[in-house]
């Protein structure tokens, strides 16, 4: 979250997306806003509310337990109100989603890119997926899911701790 929050370091990790449209995007702008960002395995989905408040088109995925995706719509609204306080632009802070998304089945996967446009046509520029190869029995699942969401010319960012 910390690399995606700093412009510098952002623009270094996105720098295949930037480089597509970089007519498109001035140096005083956080390299994420208006980019189509999905997160796998969100959890507590701090990339998410990161790239939130960068400015992203955001939507935030994990399994499909009731609770989990109620606690990451929870999260949102929280971090919508404290931009607000902070007096963050909004840009497209309250069009951010949670969605469940079992990785390797094509409904979820459709309502994911649902989520993000009601055509359900474009794919994410930025994919983000925090420890979650964690699990090897998962990986073709996950790697699935990522070639069916990411566009053509898209970034994954799957770090490990």
């Known amino acids: ?13 996105i720098a295949p997306v930037i480089a ?3 007519e498109e995007k001035s140096n005083n702008q956080h390299p994420l806003l208006g980019r189509s960002f999905v997160e796998l ?6 990339p998410s509310w990161t ?7 955001v939507v935030s995925t ?3 337990s009731p609770n989990r995706i109620r606690c990451m719509a929870e999260s949102i609204e ?12 909004m840009h497209y802070a309250e069009k951010t989603k949670a969605c469940p998304n079992t990785w390797g089945t094509t409904d979820g996967v459709e309502d994911v890119k649902l989520a993000l446009n009601r055509n359900g046509e474009e794919k994410f520029q930025i994919l983000v997926a925090a420890d979650c190869c964690y699990m090897p ?4 699942e996950l790697l699935d899911t990522i070639d069916k969401l ?5 970034v994954a960012l799957i770090p490990f701790c």
């Not at 990411?150 to 898209?154: E, H, I, R, Y």
Request: hydrophobic share 40%; proline share 4%.
């Open 1 to 13: 979250a910390n690399q995606l929050a700093n412009p510098t370091t952002c623009r270094n990790l």
């Open 41 to 46: 395995g969100a959890g507590a989905g701090v």
């Open 150 to 154: 990411l566009a053509v010319n898209g």
């Open 137 to 140: 029995w998962l990986h073709s």
């Open 62 to 64: 994990d399994i499909a």
């Open 20 to 22: 597509q449209n970089e």
């Open 78 to 89: 929280k971090n919508i109100q404290l931009m607000k306080l902070d007096g963050v632009p």
């Open 51 to 57: 790239a939130m408040r960068c400015g992203a088109r």
